[in-house]
Structures are given as structure tokens and as C-alpha cells.
């Protein structure tokens, strides 16, 4: 069985999505973000950086922070999503990557400072959005002739997928991106992805950049970033 520590976020989509598409066994425990659950000595003893996601694989004893590693085993341990031929295995683990490197840090500081901080510093907002649709486009051009990022469905296209997906908090769009939105719809329709993103509850972003619904969003989101 395994003990999933997460939160309603891109990292902790990662290995739910990542879960359901394994069918392993897991209990979900919330840790809330705004009460700052994640720095209290009960959670750093589980990951002493402080962040979700983490799991305790309680049949092995094992316990894994960060996402990209969760899911590696996860993968490693049911023989599924992560190959063993050498190359392919290599081509799933660049994607990951990409989006562990790339992906994730530009569109979390596209996050920071299009939503969260209360300075708009237009040259800095643009330099994480210009990135982020740089890494977007480069996800585009791959697929063209790739349906999935590498040969086979992978925890590649899981990482990036839960990142892309909520890419207009970023500010940036894709409609000129026709492979990405192809590949983007045909991972929404997945059973795991549906249920893996309302783990541990279904988040929905605000649209209406003026309404108050969105900026409770990003004062308790600020509050996330002080902690």
C-alpha cells in the first residue's frame, strides 16, 4: 500500500495521475498548503524539503520525496510506464527531465509573478512566459511525428501533461500549438488523468482576472509562498 502526502497541484497530479494509471493501491493524505502542513515537524521527517508530494511505500518501508523520483519507482516497481530497453528508458527519462527542469520551474515563476507577486514586474513576467511558451513549443514540434513523448505512453507525458494543463494561469496560451493541443486532449481523456487530478479534490481555476474568487485564489496562494 502506498501512503500519498499531497496537495491539489501540477506535482502532486503527477503521481496520483501516476497511481491510477498503475492501479496501485494508495491512501491519500491531504496536506494543506495555506495552514503550512508541509513545514510541520510530522511532514519534514517524511521530506525534510518541505514540499509535496511525498509517499511511504508501506510494504517496503520506503519513504520518497520529490515527484519525478515517486514516480520513477512507482514505475520501476510495477514494470510499467518507464521501459527497460536502454534507449527507450533514456528517451522517457529526458522528458522527464525536460519538464523536472524546464516545464515546471518557468511556469511555476510565470506563476509567481503574473499571479502572486504584488509587484507586476512586466520585463520578468515576460521573461518566465516567453520561456514557458519557448519549452511549449518545443513539446510541439517533438509531437508532430510522436504521438506520446517517447515511443509508448510514459511517466514523461504524465509530468509534462499536469503542468501544461493549467497553462493560462501562466498567461500563456497554446492555440497556435496544434500538436501540443492534440496530444493535451488526448491525455484529458484518460480515466487516470481524469481521476488523478481530483486528487486529493478537484481544483478549479478562476478565469475572471477581476473577480474576487481570483484574488482569494492568489492571496491564499501567496500565503502557500511564505511558508
Known amino acids: 500500500m502506498i501512503d500519498l502526502y499531497t ?3 501540477p506535482n502532486g497530479w503527477k ?3 501516476t497511481l491510477e494509471e498503475l492501479s496501485i493501491p494508495y491512501n491519500v493524505i491531504e496536506v494543506d498548503l495555506i495552514n503550512g502542513d508541509q513545514k510541520k515537524d510530522g511532514f519534514l521527517k517524511i521530506n525534510p524539503n518541505g514540499r509535496i508530494p511525498a509517499i511511504i511505500d508501506t510494504d517496503e518501508n520506503i519513504t ?3 515527484s519525478g523520483a515517486i514516480m520513477i519507482y512507482l514505475a520501476e516497481k510495477s514494470g510499467r510506464l518507464l521501459p527497460k530497453d536502454p534507449a527507450e528508458r533514456s528517451k522517457v527519462m529526458q522528458w522527464l527531465m525536460f519538464q523536472m527542469g524546464g516545464v515546471g520551474p518557468m511556469m511555476g515563476q510565470a506563476n509567481v509573478f503574473f499571479r502572486y507577486f504584488p509587484e507586476k514586474l512586466e520585463s520578468v513576467i515576460l521573461r518566465y512566459q516567453n520561456e514557458t511558451k519557448r519549452l511549449f513549443t518545443v513539446l510541439d514540434q517533438h509531437l508532430e511525428t510522436n504521438e506520446y513523448l517517447a515511443k509508448d505512453f510514459s511517466i514523461a507525458d504524465i509530468a509534462n501533461w499536469s503542468w501544461v494543463r493549467i497553462h493560462k494561469w501562466s498567461g500563456v496560451e ?14 484529458a481523456g484518460r480515466p487516470s488523468c481524469q481521476k ?3 486528487v486529493p479534490r478537484a481544483l478549479e481555476l478562476p478565469d475572471d482576472s477581476d473577480s474576487e474568487e481570483i484574488k482569494k485564489f492568489e492571496r491564499n496562494s501567496q500565503k502557500i509562498l511564505q511558508k
Open 15 to 17: 503521481v496520483s495521475i
Open 196 to 198: 488523478g487530478i481530483e
Open 64 to 66: 520518497i520525496f520529490e
Open 7 to 9: 496537495a491539489s497541484t
Open 174 to 187: 497554446i492555440e497556435d500549438l496544434p500538436n501540443l493541443n492534440r496530444w493535451m486532449d488526448e491525455m
